[in-house]
């Protein structure tokens, strides 16, 4: 299997025991082991997918490879997915072809995201997939990081997507090794796709070109009987979108917000919605113009050459008063359920802001029964 690279060195017979020695030697991981994509393991991936194994997913950056389902399936071999797990790995990398979400940009960019690839729906109990504790790492669960692996080992080898030519991200994100999470089943409020307007009887995928995530710890509040802990909880977390030095805060865009059970089912209690949710953080997590850009001497730069031309009409950029948004829309404040069901936290995720990896979601097609 050639994996959509070129390899010229590549051998003709290869003992499994020699492989993951090998594909280190041919540049076809990005630093884990990987598994050999033997011939039987590659087509019962391909079987799984339902799909023929030349039809295109898509053209990979920065390389601009075209990649098809068998070349999908090779890197998904390599990571050690199972046949149920492709049509996942298929509709993540499919989902991500979409002009708004600029994978080549994604890819090659300076800022630290990655596509983070969420699913949702009866696929999540279907594959067995983590929801719990530790679930931005995987949760110990084959299939998360299975399928996030699988995704960066197509961007990597048929994709070319390597560090320093032509990727020039500063520090990295920890994701790019592999970030795929699952939204809880438990969550008070409708699945990720539903909200999104996309049946999905299969479950969906959802992608998003974010960073890591960023605890918003609900300290300093009494829960005892406290009727306005929600609105509480909203405002730290609102707080820790509206950071100075996110993209967010300067370009706008779109982001996500995680919830862990415990905390979503007091909010749903206490009567928030998904939506009422996003309109609150959207309405708060601001900050003054003034405070976001600031001239040599610290005033506020309200002049024309400093005027953002990324911003909407509506921000009035010459009042150093003026409370910006960091999304463009509440619907741009992406919100799911994950994590452990113990106590109440949140996490936020900026995003590259308006320049690209805007979420996009894809039903999954009903299982093919190629399964082991």
Not at 236 to 257: F, I, K
């Amino acid at each position: 299997m050639s994996a959509g690279i070129d390899l010229p060195a590549f051998p003709a017979d290869i003992d499994p025991a020699d492989w993951p020695e090998l594909s280190y030697r041919l540049g076809l991981t990005d630093g884990l082991p990987t598994f050999p994509p033997s011939r039987d393991v590659v087509e019962a991936l391909v079987a799984g997918s339902g799909r023929k194994a030349d039809d295109i997913v898509g053209v990979m950056p920065p390389s601009g490879r075209t990649a098809t389902v068998l070349d999908v399936a090779a890197n998904a071999a390599m990571a050690g997915c199972l046949p149920e797990h492709l049509p996942v790995v298929l509709a993540a990398l499919e989902a991500m072809q979409e002009p708004r979400f600029n994978l080549a940009g994604v890819v090659a960019t300076t800022h630290p995201c990655w596509p983070l690839v969420i699913v949702s729906g009866s696929a999540v109990q279907r594959l067995a997939m983590a929801t719990a504790e530790s679930v931005m790492s995987g949760g110990g669960v084959r299939a998360n990081v299975a399928i996030g692996r699988a995704v960066k080992l197509v961007i990597w080898n048929v994709g070319g997507g390597r560090p320093r030519e032509p990727v020039q991200e500063i520090f990295g994100h920890p994701g790019r090794l592999a970030f795929c999470i699952a939204e809880s089943p438990s969550s008070p409020w409708p699945a990720l796709h539903d909200a999104r307007g996309v049946p999905a009887p299969a479950g969906a995928v959802t992608v998003f070109a974010c960073e890591a995530p960023q605890i918003a710890n609900p300290w300093g509040f009494s829960t005892s009987d406290n009727p306005r802990i929600g609105e509480q909880w909203l405002g730290t977390v609102a707080d820790q979108m509206s950071t100075r030095g996110n993209n967010n805060t300067h370009t706008m865009g779109e982001m996500l917000v995680a919830f862990t059970p415990s905390m979503a089912r007091t909010l749903a209690q206490q009567g928030w919605t998904r939506e009422s949710i996003q309109r609150r953080l959207w309405e708060t997590a601001r900050r003054r113009l003034g405070d976001i850009r600031l001239t040599v001497d610290g005033a506020p730069a309200v002049d024309a050459a400093s005027h953002y031309e990324w911003w909407p009409e509506w921000v009035d950029q010459n009042d150093p008063e003026m409370r910006v948004p960091v999304t463009w829309s509440p619907s741009d404040i992406h919100v799911i359920v994950t994590g452990a069901d113990s106590i109440p936290a949140s996490a936020v995720f900026p995003s590259w802001g308006n320049l690209g990896g805007f979420a996009v979601t894809r039903a999954l097609p009903e299982p093919t029964g190629q399964q082991r």
